[in-house]
């Protein structure tokens, strides 16, 4: 009697041992889901909203709207002073200033492309139709002929955006329109992804753990005694 007691005292600590186990086993899966899902349930989407929220713009995302907060605090047109030192050989910036290999850039910002009284724009530059809005102006300046196909302006570009921001705040420091800064954009739903991220990632993963018959075999396999 005493005997088969302690027989099912064992048993069941073993069991229970068992059980525990199962638990742990069943949790820590779930938990740190030790198998790759065909489609990750949440990886790519969430991964470039946290990456967004960072401010980097390498992200292989969609472009960030323009401007971002740090490219209006890089606006400072002393710095842009130096930067128009690449364009000085082609352009000047004074008001009545001469047309030279480029045209008299006075007054640029917000007026329309191809203005500048005698002088004799491209092809391209006379079939396009713009303002010279800090957008485009920024597009321009980082790629000349991506973004005028065509234009006689033989510059390679800017590639950096400070260095971009910094030459149009220069290029608006001259001209008689006080334009106004262009206003950071905000990214809209900066503040959700911590929020959603938990209520997003639990149904899928479970989804996930429930359609893989392999794992739950694995799971299961101990549960089922043969004696
Ligand atoms: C090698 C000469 C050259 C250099 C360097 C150069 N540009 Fe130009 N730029 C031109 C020419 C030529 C045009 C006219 C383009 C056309 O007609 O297709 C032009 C056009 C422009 C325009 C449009 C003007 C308008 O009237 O619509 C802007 C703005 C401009 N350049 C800014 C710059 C800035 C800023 C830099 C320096 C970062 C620069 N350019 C460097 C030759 C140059």
Known sequence: MSD??????I??????????????????HAAYHP????????????????????????????PLPFPQPSYVAAMDPAAGEKVFAKCKSCHSIEQGGANATGPNLYGILNNP????DGFGYSAAFKATDLNWGYEELD???AKPRGYIKGTAMSFVGLKKEDQRAAVIAYL??????NVPL??????????????????DAIPSDASVVQEDPMESAAIEAPEAPQE
């Not at 088969?4 to 005292?9: D, H, I, R």
């Not at 899902?37 to 995302?61: H, I």
């Open 4 to 9: 088969e007691l302690g027989f099912n005292k």
């Open 11 to 28: 048993a069941g600590a073993i069991l229970a041992t068992a059980l525990a186990y199962m638990g742990i086993k069943e949790l820590a």
């Open 35 to 62: 198998h790759a899902p065909e489609v990750p349930a949440y990886g790519a989407d969430l991964l470039a909203e946290a990456m967004k929220n960072t401010g980097k713009s390498d992200v292989a995302a969609e």
């Open 113 to 116: 492309i191809g203005a500048q």
């Open 139 to 141: 597009a321009y300046l």
């Open 172 to 177: 608006r420091s001259y001209g008689d329109e």
């Open 182 to 199: 262009p206003t950071p954009a905000v990214v809209e739903d900066a503040a959700e992804p911590a929020e959603a991220m938990p209520s």
